[in-house]
């Protein structure tokens, strides 16, 4: 197991392109190990993104319909087809450098794809993973969306966790392609709302625990992206318990 924790940092909402922007900064910053592993928890403003290959023909709605309102639609540099990200969703971006032998893509998404999975037995909600269709199920209707890159053998990216997310959107979409499936949240899953940071704390333990990792949560919310890369250079936070 690495010596050094992973640490985690509370973003609050933040717009999808500055994260993503942020992310490739620490990417560069992780591959020439100016920062430690890191783990970004957020949420977005309502909007919507594509995979690398994707493109708008799983969109139900035209692109203008979507600009007028002020959502905004990226083709992005993950895998993954099209998704919605909203208020609600537990999303983390995973800024972790693979060791030689461990970067195998799919091996990566099961280990993340796993984490969801213990999450949702800690509520009693038996989740399912489809080897064709990546991220987690609960029976045919998605809970959380994954969709990752690795580059020089860091990850960024990572996943979406509709936990009291606005399912309505997914309607304006084939959600991640598939035209036979549905969406669904942990709280319509439960019939009662469940607090974020409560399933956070649920999901680091599950991470560390599934990438046998010592995970550090940085008390304080972060601010301002800009002392983002600062507070992980300072390596500090509460360990999380596996």
Known sequence: MPSEPVIALRLGQVDYRAAWDLQRTLARARRLEEIPDAVLVLEHPPTFTTGRRGGT???????????????????????????????????????????EGQRRVRRFVEQLEGTILDVLATYGIRGVLDPAHPGVWVGHEKVAAIGIAIHHGVTYHGFAFNVTT?????????????????????????????????????????????????????????????SVRPRLMCRRGVTIQS
């Open 166 to 226: 606005d399912l309505e959107p997914f309607g304006w979409i084939v959600p991640c392609g598939i035209p036979d499936r549905g969406v669904t949240s942990l709280a319509r899953l439960l019939g009662y709302r469940v607090e974020l940071d409560e399933v956070l704390h649920h999901w680091l333990a599950a991470f560390a625990r599934r990438f046998q990792r010592e995970v550090w949560l940085d008390p304080e919310p972060v601010d301002s992206l800009a």
């Open 57 to 99: 023909h799983h969109l139900r709605i035209p692109l203008d319909w979507l600009a007028a309102r002020g959502i905004p639609y990226y083709v992005t540099d993950r895998g993954g087809d099209v998704t919605y990200h909203g208020p609600g969703q537990l999303v983390a971006y995973v800024i972790l450098r693979l060791g």
